[in-house]
């Protein structure tokens, strides 16, 4: 049974930092791309960030570069968000997810096969 545990989430200042971590279980993990997605309320879920398997390749969504660093440890079996410079527009219920699809993972929602359950990150001003 695969599982996705987020953790590291909650309540920052505006400008602040959070790392969100991301353990996996049951899969071979050093073989997935492994993705970083948010979810605001009224909102659709959108891409953030993604790792390709070997760690070799990011990609992150125009709104966070420069601020946020998607990382990985396989070893640990656990992929990481560092945010910095955090900001209001931020805020959203952070999912990590799981796929194979592509050289070097994907941006697309259905691309991906496990999810975690979610963090909620919560910036205040």
């Known amino acids: 049974q695969v599982q996705l545990v987020e953790s590291g989430g909650g309540l920052v200042q505006a400008g602040g930092s959070l790392r969100l971590s991301c353990a996996a279980s049951?899969?071979?993990?050093?073989?997935?791309?492994m993705g970083w997605f948010r979810q605001a309320p009224g909102k659709e879920r959108e891409f953030v960030a993604v790792?390709?398997?070997?760690?070799?390749?990011?990609t992150c969504a125009d709104s966070v570069k420069g601020r946020f660093t998607i990382s990985r440890d396989n070893a640990k079996n656990t992929v990481y968000l560092q945010m910095n410079s955090l900001k209001r527009e931020d805020m959203a219920v952070y999912y990590c997810?799981?796929?194979?699809?592509?050289?070097?993972?994907?941006?697309?929602?259905?691309?991906?096969?496990?999810w975690g359950q979610g963090t909620q990150v919560t910036v205040s001003s």
């Open positions: 997810a799981a796929g194979i699809r592509g050289p070097y993972g994907s941006t697309k929602v259905r691309d991906y096969d496990y």
């Open positions: 049951g899969l071979t993990f050093s073989v997935y791309h």
């Open positions: 790792l390709s398997w070997s760690g070799g390749l990011t």
